[in-house]
Structure formats: structure tokens, C-alpha cells
């Protein structure tokens, strides 16, 4: 199966018009479809969150549908994402039991100096310059206590062994397909689309995004573009240092990601 092609930028489109357009928008438009992909826990999330002390406080910022709040029975956690859908589908999924609620990366409604522990999956890379994604890692940092600690995950520009085989000297700041199914049509729902649908939701390895699935012939398809910043090797660190606000604990690369655990200082 090939890959849709990712687009390269408009360049001179401002960073938060580009995020509003590019990420915002879009994640409103695929809310359940993208939610229906998300449920399992990357293993290193999981074990940072089941390392944490019990009774440890902390936020998930950029939650998604919030798949990251109940790993651990032991922690209190509060979410927050800028989609509304995402959280609406949060809200769904837990029966309302999670605590979430919508808040933009860069103005989070929580104290400062107060978490034990923040996480930030798949989030930063998706802020549209340098600074930007800088200045998000120092906010979440602000809500920390001292020695609290964070986990960041982002993309990687380094994926060869993926399908999509970015690599170093790639374009990094790109557009990323997401096919939505938008209407089956009444041929299709037979059992060869129940095959097809469950390729289209391979769920849900970190490795597996599944966000550029090639539509079967007998579904009507939307293809929304998501504004990414590929990160390159070291550089995720290098962002976190530029806050001035923290040491690197760890660092890694999981499955077409970078990561890092930080702790405030
Ligand atoms: C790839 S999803 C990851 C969701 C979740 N962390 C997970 O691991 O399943 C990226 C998420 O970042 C959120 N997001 C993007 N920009 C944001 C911003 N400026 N503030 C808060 N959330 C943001 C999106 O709405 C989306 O839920």
C-alpha cells in the first residue's frame, strides 16, 4: 500500500493562522475517526506514568481523547487539548469521569509551580515555529513543582524504516495527510469493507499513525492535511535546554519518535 504524499508549507502563512488552519481545524474535523485510532499506550508513556509516586498529580497537555488518564488508578490527572472534539470524545469514552477540559498548549489554566509530573504526547511538533515549540515546553514546565518531571514525545524526522522513509535533509516542517472516511457507500458494507476497515484502523502501535490509510475504491474519502515539525536528532533536547528551566533525565527514540523526560529546576 503507498503513501499519500505529504505537502510542503506555506511559508509565509503566520505560525498561528498555520496551527489554526493546519492542526486545530483539522483535528476538529477528524475528531471521532482519529479518536476510534487511539486507545493503546506507547509503553514508554505507560511506564513513566506507572513509575510516578502514588497519589502524584499531574497534566496531560495536548490529551487528545484522553487515552492517557486512566494508566494508572494510582495518579490524579487533568487533561486539557484545544480540540473540542477530541475532548468531547474524551468526555464520551470515560463516561464523564475524566477530568478534561479545552485549553491551548501556550495558555494552560493551571497553577504554577504545582504538578508532580506533566506529559506531552505528540503535541510540540505540532506548533508552527522554533519559538513556539519552545515557549509550549517552557509553559508546561511553569506548571511544574521544582524537580517535578515531564515526558515529551515528538515526531521524528528520522523514519527510514517506516513507509513514509523521511529522513536526514528531508524537508521538516510539513503537511501530513489524514484520509477521512467520509460515507460508505451501500455496496461497500459487506464483508470485504469489514476487512478493509479493519486496515484502516491497524490499531494502534506507536509506529502504526495511522493518518494516510490509501482509500478503498467503494469509500468516499476526504484527505485533510495536519501541520507537522519533524524533529531531528538531539534537537527535541536542544529545545527543552533553550527554556533555561530544566535538565534532561532521559533521552530517546521509540517508533518514529523522540522523547525526553525533564525535570524542572
Ligand atoms: C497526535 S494528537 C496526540 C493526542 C494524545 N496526546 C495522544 O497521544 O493520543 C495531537 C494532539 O495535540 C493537540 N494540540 C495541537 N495543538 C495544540 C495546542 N496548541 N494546544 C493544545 N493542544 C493542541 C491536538 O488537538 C491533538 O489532540
Not at 40 to 65: A, H, M, Q, T
Request: hydrophobic residues 30%; neutral net charge.
Amino acid at each position: 500500500m503507498s503513501a499519500l504524499p505529504s505537502l510542503t508549507i506555506e511559508k509565509d502563512l503566520q505560525p498561528s493562522l498555520q496551527e489554526e488552519v493546519y492542526v486545530h481545524d483539522v483535528y476538529n474535523a477528524i475528531a471521532p475517526h482519529f479518536s476510534q485510532t487511539r486507545y493503546k499506550p506507547w509503553p514508554i508513556v505507560e511506564s513513566f506514568l506507572k513509575s510516578r509516586p502514588k497519589y502524584s498529580i499531574g497534566i496531560d497537555v495536548g490529551c487528545g481523547n484522553g487515552k492517557y488518564l486512566n494508566v494508572s488508578e494510582d495518579l490524579f490527572i487533568i487533561g486539557t487539548d484545544r480540540s473540542s472534539g477530541l475532548i468531547h470524545c474524551g468526555q464520551e469514552i470515560s463516561k464523564n469521569k475524566y477530568n478534561l477540559s479545552i485549553a491551548d498548549g501556550l495558555s494552560l489554566p493551571h497553577p504554577n509551580n504545582t504538578f508532580d509530573f506533566a506529559i506531552s504526547i505528540a503535541v510540540i511538533h505540532h506548533f508552527a515555529n522554533e519559538n513556539r515549540r519552545i515557549e509550549a515546553i517552557q509553559h508546561i514546565l511553569s506548571k511544574l513543582r521544582q524537580n517535578g518531571q515531564c515526558l515529551i514525545y515528538c515526531w521524528a524526522l528520522e523514519q527510514e524504516s517506516s513507509r513514509r522513509g523521511y529522513k536526514e535533509g528531508d524537508e521538516q516542517d510539513i503537511l501530513i495527510p489524514w484520509v477521512l472516511q467520509k460515507k460508505q457507500k451501500k455496496k461497500a458494507r459487506n464483508s470485504k469493507n469489514k476487512t478493509s476497515k479493519t486496515n484502516n484502523h491497524e490499531k494502534n502501535s506507536p509506529d502504526t499513525i495511522l493518518d494516510d490509510i490509501e482509500p478503498q475504491p467503494e469509500e468516499e474519502v476526504e484527505t485533510k492535511y495536519r501541520y507537522y515539525h519533524l524533529y531531528k536528532k538531539g534537537e527535541l533536547a536542544q529545545n527543552a535546554l533553550a527554556t533555561k528551566s530544566c535538565k534532561i533525565i532521559e533521552e530517546g527514540y521509540e517508533k518514529d519518535n523522540w522523547w525526553v523526560i525533564l525535570e524542572k529546576i
